[in-house]
Every structure is written in structure tokens, then in C-alpha cells.
């Protein structure tokens, strides 16, 4: 997992949420953000997550017009690997955070 916490929940009954290549990831306006001592830990009102380095820098790269596939390019080409591999994490990182609400997925194309 590219986050360290514990087994996460299904998503909330009628909250259906798909995460795929298209989606584009937000933040909430209670999202807060701290770095302490070489970690990132983020959260909204109700939980937070400590990011491991990769996530760290996968979050950062949310800005809201991003698609899950532009910031697996940035990465894969950032570190050269494949592309269709960090598609795949973050697409998990996206969908545990957002059925959370830790971040917000505006709908788009749902293969993952």
C-alpha cells in the first residue's frame, strides 16, 4: 500500500466512488497537511493518514486538473518505470483517500 494505516472500510452505503486514469483528484477545503520530521500526515475531519514518500509525492502533485494519468506520467517518467504500475497505486491511494473524504474525485474515466 502506498499509505501506511490500517484496513480500511468499505465505501458508506450510496457512495459508489470509481477511481481510474481519467479521475481527477481535489482537496477539500478541511483537508490539513502537516510534515513532521520527514513524514506527511494528512486528514479531513474524521481521519488521518500517514503517507508513505511515494504517496507523499503522489500528493503533491494534486492540483485539480491533473488526471490520474497525467500524474502517473510525471511520476513514471520522474523515475523511469512503467506507467501502467503507478496508474494502479495511485488509483488505490486515490480511492481510499476519497472514501475518506480526504480528497475529492470528480468522475471520469473509471478503468482502472
Do not use: C
Not at 479521475?23 to 500517514?50: C, D, Q, W
Not at 494519468?69 to 486515490?94: M, N, P, T
Amino acid at each position: 500500500m502506498p499509505f501506511d494505516e490500517a484496513p480500511f472500510e468499505e465505501a458508506p452505503l450510496g457512495k459508489e466512488l470509481r477511481v481510474g486514469p481519467g479521475s481527477v483528484a481535489s482537496l477539500p477545503l478541511n483537508v490539513k497537511i502537516r510534515n513532521h520530521r520527514g513524514t506527511t500526515v494528512v486528514g479531513g475531519y474524521e481521519h488521518f493518514f500517514e503517507l508513505t514518500a511515494s504517496a507523499a509525492h503522489i500528493w503533491r502533485q494534486i492540483d485539480g486538473k491533473r488526471t490520474v494519468s497525467d500524474i502517473a506520467a510525471l511520476i513514471a517518467q520522474e523515475y523511469d518505470i512503467d506507467q501502467e504500475s503507478v496508474v494502479q497505486d495511485i488509483v488505490e491511494l486515490f480511492t481510499e483517500l476519497a472514501r475518506h473524504d480526504v480528497v475529492n474525485i470528480a468522475q471520469g474515466d473509471s478503468r482502472a
